[in-house]
Nanobody, 126 residues
Framework: QLQLVESGGGTVQPGDSLRLSCAAS????????IGWFRQVPGKEREFVAA????????VYTDSVKGRFTISRDSNQNTVYLQMNSLKPDDTALYYC???????????????????WGQGTQVTVSS
């Protein structure tokens, strides 16, 4: 069983940066695709970014391209989401998720991921 724990959230001002971490335990997730999703109350969970198991493929939603960077450190069993130039619209509960058998065309679909963390809150406000 794979357990995921997110950290690094907080309250920042517009234009600031945060780095979220997703740490895995229970088993290695070197063979898994890792995705970051976010959700605000009353809205559907939204895809943010994902990285394939080999780290050669990364995918981003349009609204974060050029501002967010996803990366993974296999030695640390951790995936990061570096978030720069944060905007109030980025305010949400951020989740990381993992799946071993995910095909590229399904990478944005939260229903395809088997393992989820509890989330970390990001609030961007002046």
């Amino acid at each position: 069983q794979l357990q995921l724990v997110e950290s690094g959230g907080g309250t920042v001002q517009p234009g600031d940066s945060l780095r979220l971490s997703c740490a895995a335990s229970g088993r290695t997730f070197n063979q898994h695709t890792i995705g970051w999703f976010r959700q605000v109350p009353g809205k559907e969970r939204e895809f943010v970014a994902a990285i394939r198991w080999n780290s050669r493929t990364t995918v981003y939603t349009d609204s974060v391209k050029g501002r967010f960077t996803i990366s993974r450190d296999s030695n640390q069993n951790t995936v990061y989401l570096q978030m720069n130039s944060l905007k109030p619209d980025d305010t949400a509960l951020y989740y990381c998720a993992a799946d071993k058998a995910l095909i590229l065309s399904s990478i944005r679909d939260h229903a395809q991921y088997d393992y989820w963390g509890q989330g970390t809150q990001v609030t961007v406000s002046s």
